[in-house]
């Protein structure tokens, strides 16, 4: 074999490699060429019996075929397994491909409602007051003045721990948490998770969600004017201008005087329609003025602090805000009720 013979070959090998349609052909290439008992290895063993004046050519030749075998045989299996890959495109699957878009994530409505009310009473002043879900009886019913009669009290509703500890009914005992803890003026409100043990349907769950709010002055008189003033910019804040509010008495253990606060209904403009039950109105929170025994337990002179705190419905705020006729869409994370948001 001479120098130009062995350069066809090289030009061979080239061609054969590229025609090679698995690893397998690919290596059996590699084995003929540059195996053990190849014909690179042969030849260079030949090498000696070579003319000496075409011996540096046959060298370089050689050489040649061994370099052009090597990477050939490297690239040729790269381009075998790029063509794996997108074969796989042909059996519907191609990783390479973005996944399936769902849209932007979104605040939750009732996250929405509390970071809402939150800015809401911060621009007067409030701030966020925080307690936890698993309550004492003590801070729950004894401090804010519930007789153990009171059905609020009834064993049935509430959601008790086997430490004697409960579920909180409400927010307000972070009222008195609060309270224990600060002197007068006092200025917050609490948004957080409630527990009583309703029957779930479209307007009532066992796990539901409360703002409160408490608003404590020792150096001025609080009155039931700056109560309804507080909630009624707070109701146009959050449902729009012309949404009035009304009081209508009520009782509370732990307010003296006690209202129930009501918003007029967004939907009708308060003519009459099926979401406030053509009455005009919907009840929204439940309000009044501190009671002074509730002052006395947490040690402010009742004589000279005056106060006003109010609890209201989140989910309450929110299915109206939002159209929302189904508590239960609230809580389970579908994404096609979520989407909307
Ligand atoms: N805790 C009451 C409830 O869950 C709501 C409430 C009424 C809170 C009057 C208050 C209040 O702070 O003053 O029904």
Partial sequence: MNSAELKELTD???????????DDAVEALRIKYLGRKGILPALMKGMKDVDPSERAAMGIAANELKNAVTDGVAKRKDELAAMNDSEEVS?????????RWHGLGSMHPITMVIEEAIRIFGKLGFVVAEGPDVETHYNNFEALNTPPHHPSQDERDTFWLHTGELLRTQTSPVQIRTMNEQKPPVRIITPGRCYRRDTTDATHSANFHQIEGLYIEAERKVSLADLKSTMAYFAKEMMGDNVEVRFRPHFFPFTEPSVECDFTCHVCGGDGCRVCKQSGWIEIAGAGMVDPRVLERV??????????AFGMGIERIAMIKYGINDIRHLYENDMRFLAQF
């Avoid at 061979?12 to 698995?22: I, P």
């Avoid at 059996?91 to 996944?99: A, I, K, N, T, Y």
């Avoid at 040690?299 to 006003?308: A, I, K, L």
């Fill in 12 to 22: 061979e090998v080239v061609v054969a490699l590229g025609a090679a349609t698995d």
């Fill in 91 to 99: 059996s519907g699957f191609d990783c390479s491909l973005p996944g």
């Fill in 299 to 308: 040690g402010y002179d009742p004589e000279t602090t005056t106060g006003f």
